[in-house]
């Protein structure tokens, strides 16, 4: 993950660089904090899941592990998106 320090862009103003306009800045930190959302629900998952399912782990899955993770996975983004999609509706009545 990148932070506006290590940009693509510099806000030194050297000669012959040109300032990102607004629209620009707006747009890599909408893209920078989707990537943020995308890894920290991949953690949240990788952490609820595994716990809830794994009771041993070992070199590889059994079939009822992998049944279980994938039951889990599916429930976990179906209620991040409902949890999502309700907190934008909020938002956006406000």
């Known amino acids: 993950m990148s932070s506006l320090g290590s940009s693509t862009f510099s806000l030194s103003g050297g ?3 040109t300032m990102p306009n607004k629209e620009e800045v707006m747009k890599q930190v909408k893209n920078e904090m989707a990537v943020a959302s995308a890894q920290e629900l991949i953690k949240n998952i990788n ?5 809830l399912c794994i009771s041993s782990p070992g070199p590889s899955f059994s079939s009822s592990d992998e049944a279980c993770m994938s039951r889990c996975v599916d429930k976990y983004l179906a209620s991040w998106d409902l949890i ?3 907190y934008i509706d909020r938002v956006q009545k406000q």
């Open 15 to 17: 000669i012959g660089e």
């Open 47 to 51: 952490k609820n899941c595994f716990n």
């Open 84 to 86: 999502s999609r309700t």
